[in-house]
Structures are given as C-alpha cells and as structure tokens.
Nanobody, 116 residues
C-alpha cells in the first residue's frame, strides 16, 4: 500500500502562488490515479484536482479551474499542485490521495492559508 506525504503549504498573500508536493512511497506509483482535495473549517471536503496514471489527463473543481495545475512525475513518485492567483477562500487543509482502482489512500494534509 502506498504512503503519502504532502509538503509545500504555508501562508501567502492573496494573488500569490504556492506549489504543493505529495511524495509517495512504493514502487507502483504509476498504477495510481492521484489527486487533491481540500477542507476548510466548518466545510465539507472539496474536490480540487486529479490526474490519471500517465499524467495525460487532468480534471479540476470549478472553484480552481484556470488557477491551479496538477501534474505528476512518475520517476520521482510525486504529484504536484501548482496554485496561482490564490484567494482567501482557498484557505484550507489540502489532502493528497492515491486511487488504485477504487481503493483510496490519503495523506495527512498540509495547511494553506491565504491572507487578504
């Protein structure tokens, strides 16, 4: 089973950028679809972005479309989330997940705070 460790969160001003990374253990990273969700205080977990096993196809939540970009490097067992033009409403804990044919594994989350 893969294990996931997120990094790259922090405090940024509105309009700024951050890049999150999610490093996966194991030798079968390329067999997992990967993605990101986020959860703000008092709100439900929200889909952010996903990328297929090869990296060729991606999908985004409506609230981040056009501002965030997901990518992966299967040689480094890592998935990235480039976040641009950040808004205060992007403040949340961001969770990486790995999907192996319907079986999900989650990371511990990384906090992103966007100040106005």
């Amino acid at each position: 089973q893969v294990q996931l460790v997120e990094s790259g969160g922090g405090l940024v001003q509105a309009g700024g950028s951050l890049r999150l990374s999610c490093a996966a253990s194991g030798r079968t990273f390329s067999t997992y679809a990967m993605g990101w969700f986020r959860q703000a205080p008092g709100k439900e977990r929200e889909f952010v972005a996903a990328v297929c096993r090869s990296g060729a196809n991606t999908g985004y939540g409506d609230s981040v479309q056009g501002r965030f970009t997901i990518s992966r490097d299967n040689t480094k067992n890592t998935v990235y989330l480039q976040m641009n033009r950040l808004k205060p409403e992007d403040t949340a804990v961001y969770y990486c997940y790995a999907d192996w044919f319907g079986h999900d594994t989650w990371g511990q989350g990384t906090q992103v705070t966007v100040s106005s």
